[in-house]
């Protein structure tokens, strides 16, 4: 049965840096697009950042960019987040996917694997 389970949330001040990992597990991921969504308190679920099976391709929300980094390392069937400059609009439950290619990533509609979800929160 496919699994991912999402560590390195925590609690950090505004500036401050987090490094989220996604362990995945029951599939071989490693040939799969592996993403990260976020849900804030009374908000929708939206895109962070998502790569392709051979870390050749990234895209990034408009609000992480430059800021998030989405990396693999698929040896160890992990993906990972590095956020740096972190804001307090970035307090989120993060979310890593998974899905077979990639293609319309931005759509949360269009990921059929996804973990429990790791809390981030970023105070002023």
Same mark, same amino acid.
């Given at each position: 049965?496919?699994?991912?389970?999402?560590?390195?949330?925590?609690?950090?001040?505004?500036?401050?840096?987090?490094?989220?990992?996604?362990?995945?597990?029951?599939?071989?991921?490693?040939?799969?697009?592996?993403?990260?969504?976020?849900?804030?308190?009374?908000?929708?679920?939206?895109?962070?950042?998502?790569?392709?099976?051979?870390? @050749? #391709? +990234?895209? $990034?929300?408009?609000?992480?960019?430059?800021? &998030?980094?989405?990396?693999? *390392?698929?040896?160890?069937n992990?993906?990972?987040?590095?956020?740096?400059?972190?804001?307090?609009? @970035? #307090? +989120?439950? $993060?979310?890593?996917?998974?899905?077979?290619? &990639?293609a319309?990533?931005r *759509?949360?509609?269009l990921?059929?694997?996804?973990?429990?979800?790791?809390?981030?929160?970023?105070?002023s």
């Amino acid at each position: 049965q496919a699994q991912l389970v999402e560590s390195g949330g925590g609690l950090v001040q505004a500036g401050g840096s987090l490094r989220l990992s996604c362990l995945a597990s029951g599939r071989t991921f490693s040939t799969y697009a592996m993403g990260w969504f976020r849900q804030a308190p009374g908000k929708e679920r939206e895109f962070v950042a998502a790569i392709g099976w051979s870390a @050749d #391709t +990234a895209d $990034y929300a408009d609000s992480v960019k430059g800021r &998030f980094t989405i990396s693999r *390392d698929n040896a160890k069937n992990t993906v990972y987040l590095q956020m740096i400059s972190l804001k307090p609009e @970035d #307090t +989120a439950v $993060y979310y890593c996917v998974a899905r077979l290619i &990639f293609a319309g990533v931005r *759509d949360s509609r269009l990921w059929p694997y996804w973990g429990q979800g790791t809390q981030v929160t970023v105070s002023s």
